[in-house]
């Protein structure tokens, strides 16, 4: 019923509009729905629609809050809405007071609790992080709809115990382009603990301003049977231990059982058999043994839970109007457990901060948490550490800096050196952040995604535990922003030591400055007049000394560079994470898509990057993927001779990881063998990276991380650059038997031609910027 009045508003809407506008909105919609990524040809509102519906409601309700919270990569406004009944115990119901309270003193907050039973609790609700999974949305602007305006019991009496925060379309760029990734090709459920996208950080500011104590996620479409089609989470183990997880999981099974009910109680609301005849929900925790897990902090729900709030995926069924019905349901469920259970289930959350605050952690070994972490900074280029700064205070983390200098475990450490305390109300998203991990290979039989993350290791900073608090006295940071400079006369060099320092030799040469690469790897620049090195400089956060250009550095020139772009195979966009790499190590970069190589072939690029799917070069793929591979057989043997004629004119070949380096051998590049290990496998591993210009800027015993691991064996003409440590190789993260790659070789390159395969993840979805500088050496090679 509701459907049709939304659908009449919209009439409506478009109606009023004028004609011209309102024609090619309606074009541009219906081209929209055609979208390969939407083959069920589901009639969803569009960005627009919703966008117009929301401003519509905000003016004719006065318990509607409309804001901008941020913008997507593509600049569409991502809104959130909030909704509160101000007639019911106050606009916002006193949160603010308790919200307070829970992080400065939580044993406070939670009497407060008892004595005012009249509080109101925030619960977030997100719609359509995956830009395709269209009904999350479609339900969100119905519930909207619905709490706007509506004024019967069971509406009353949520708004009397609730506030309710809609992230309306998490993902604006995905829902008109119809993927389910963003405009960067990024998945925004995987990018929660890096948040490396303008989506995701619109979503964490908004998460972190209201800490709710519920978060729902709304997308769509699990079907294990079709007794309980969908699912709805708490999820199957391992469970992170960074979790206080048994707070959690008090609550998180009855709330999914509460709405499960909702969903099957409320048959009569549904269109089609399929939907009638219903008999539960698919949860994992109660259903399953694994492969649903809740380890990695990458998904929006599982980031939540670090701040206390029991989350929970919700995913539809089908991409149907059931399916909104479906996830409307799911969502009531969800409001009215937290309506009766509000007073206990706040008090559990805010047990998890008291926990933190008075570092006693009754589910964990003594040790599992240092009582600090120890943040020293590098004098010459501090960016990798002021990033981390910058990202902890960014996710609620209380960071400190020492006020002299001081020693640790014997080791002396400066005046300003930071400090995280692990007595914070979020202590367990700190140690998140900061630990370096654990190999879970025997833990379970499968992992839905990565695990392991650690940032000292992948962004590449020093973080050291400390199992007793520094004898030192800490304040608080005011400014964290270093200011580069140059030192002497010059010319200045600049260490191969970071991604900013690599963008920086970029920029120089972008702007026709003279850079020198040393054979160490290192940078030397001149300062030439009217030339805007200092400013360059200084914005780059290094610090460059004056030093003498050794004999033997050679001139760099600008190179462009070309990537092999994946349109969408299996709704992915798999060399995204090496294209962020590259842009932010400063190269200009076009993506070109296989049938452009074939077609026009590379002419203008120095290098081509290959990273992702081998299936990109495939002439067999299902019909939805047909558009993002090759045409047949013909097409393949052109871009093999494109690629050759490439290489064989100079031209400099970089694959990336498993897919990428199995498609080099298919087209004749490489005739080593590609070993792989199980596709699921990922994690950090201690890599010998030896002495040459590929691995300058790296230890030898130094980290690197895989995902689909790949490694390279039968070497007859190729040169090694690194290899799988021997011993204890595998550090972190999900790898059965990784054993059997130990020792072997992870770079190689051709020596009769310039092709060079890189086994790890350099790249991966912007968070291992530790390791982009592998494919700045190569291409600086
Ligand atoms: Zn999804």
Request: charged letters at 25%; glycine letters at 8%.
């Amino acid at each position: 019923m509701q459907k049709i009045i939304i659908r009449a508003l919209l009439l409506a809407v478009i109606v009023m509009g004028p004609l011209a506008i309102a024609s090619t909105k309606a074009v541009l919609a219906d081209q929209q729905k055609q979208s390969p990524f939407n083959s069920e040809h589901y009639d969803y509102v569009t960005y627009e629609e919703i966008v117009e519906h929301l401003k519509r409601i905000e003016k004719n309700s006065n318990r509607v809050s409309l804001e901008v919270v941020g913008q997507s990569t593509e600049g569409r406004d991502i809104y959130a809405v909030t909704i509160s009944d101000p007639e019911a115990k106050g606009k916002y119901g006193k949160i603010q007071a308790l919200r307070n309270k829970m992080f400065q003193n939580p044993e406070d907050a939670q009497n407060w609790v008892d004595k005012h039973p009249d509080f109101k609790v925030p619960i977030m609700i997100d719609g359509s992080i995956h830009g395709n999974e269209f009904v999350g949305s479609d339900a969100v602007l119905k519930l909207i709809e619905r709490f706007a305006f509506e004024n019967d019991q069971e509406t009353k009496e949520i708004l009397e115990n609730n506030i309710l925060i809609f992230n309306a379309i998490v993902n604006p760029d995905g829902r008109v382009n119809a993927t389910r990734y963003n405009a960067e090709g990024i998945d925004l459920n995987r990018d929660y603990i890096t948040q490396s996208q303008p989506e995701t950080e619109a979503s964490v500011k908004l998460l972190t301003e209201w800490n709710p104590m519920v978060f729902l996620d709304l997308h769509g479409y699990v079907n294990y049977s079709d007794e309980k089609p969908g699912l709805i989470e708490p999820t199957t183990p391992p469970h992170n231990p960074n979790y206080e997880y048994d707070l959690y999981s008090k609550w998180a099974l009855d709330q999914a059982e509460a709405m499960e009910a909702e969903i099957v109680n409320n048959k009569e609301s549904y269109e089609t058999d399929f939907y009638q005849n219903i008999e539960g929900v698919h949860i994992p925790a109660r259903d399953a043994a694994s492969g649903w897990d809740d380890y990695p902090p990458i998904f929006a729900p599982m980031y939540a839970m670090y701040h206390g709030a029991y989350g929970a995926t919700i995913e539809a069924p089908s991409n149907t109007w059931d399916g909104v019905e479906w996830q409307i349901n799911s969502v009531m469920g969800a409001l009215k457990f937290a309506t009766e259970n509000k007073d206990e289930m706040i008090k559990d959350q805010i047990e998890i901060f008291k926990r933190g605050i008075n570092f006693q952690h009754p589910d964990h070994e003594k040790g599992f948490f240092p009582e600090a972490y120890v943040l020293p900074t590098d004098k010459v280029d501090p960016n990798s550490t002021l990033k981390a700064i910058e990202h902890l205070q960014q996710n609620d983390i209380e960071v400190e800096k020492a006020k002299q200098a001081f020693t640790l475990n014997g080791k002396p450490y400066e005046a300003g050196t930071f400090i995280v305390s692990m007595n914070q109300a979020k202590a367990g998203l700190a140690n998140t952040i900061l630990w370096d991990g654990e190999d879970i290979s025997d833990d379970t039989s499968a992992m839905y995604d990565i695990s392991a993350w650690s940032f000292p290791e992948l962004w590449g900073f020093e973080a050291i535990p400390a199992q007793a608090e520094p004898d030192v006295q800490s304040v608080e940071i005011n400014n964290i922003k270093a200011d580069g400079e140059l030192s002497g006369k010059g010319p200045y060099l600049i260490p191969n030591s970071s991604t900013e320092a690599v963008s920086l030799v970029n920029e120089l040469l972008q702007n026709g400055g003279a850079v020198y690469k040393d054979t160490n790897g290192d940078f030397y620049v001149e300062d030439q007049p009217g030339s805007n090195l200092r400013t360059l400089v200084k914005d780059s956060g290094l610090t460059l000394d004056t030093k003498e250009i050794p004999a033997q550095a050679e001139p760099l020139k600008n190179v462009d560079v070309a990537i092999l772009k994946d349109g969408g195979i299996w709704k992915s966009q798999s060399h995204s994470g090496t294209k962020i790499a590259l842009e932010k190590l400063g190269f200009e970069v076009d993506e070109i898509s296989p049938q452009q190589v074939a077609e026009q072939g590379l002419a203008g690029y120095d290098v081509f990057v290959y990273s992702g799917t081998e299936s990109l070069i495939s002439y067999q793929l299902s019909e939805a993927n047909q558009p993002f591979g090759l045409k047949n057989a013909q097409q393949f043997e052109t871009f093999q001779q494109q690629i050759d004629n490439f290489v064989t004119g100079g031209g400099k070949y970089i694959a990336v990881g498993a897919g990428a380096s199995k498609a080099t051998k298919t087209i004749g590049l490489t005739d080593v063998a590609i070993e792989t290990g199980p596709r699921n496998s990922n994690g950090i591993v201690k890599v010998d990276y030896l002495e040459s210009p590929l691995t300058a800027g790296y230890v030898s015993n130094d980290i690197g991380f895989v995902y689909n691991p790949v490694w390279y064996t039968n070497l007859n003409d190729q040169t090694l650059a690194a290899s799988f440590a021997e011993a204890d190789f595998f550090q972190a993260g999900f790898w059965k038997n990784s054993e059997t790659a130990a020792g072997e070789a992870v770079i190689i390159q051709e020596k009769d031609k310039d092709v060079t395969l890189i086994g790890l993840e350099a790249g991966f979805r912007d968070h291992t910027s530790h390791l982009y500088r592998l494919l700045s050496n190569t291409i600086f090679e």
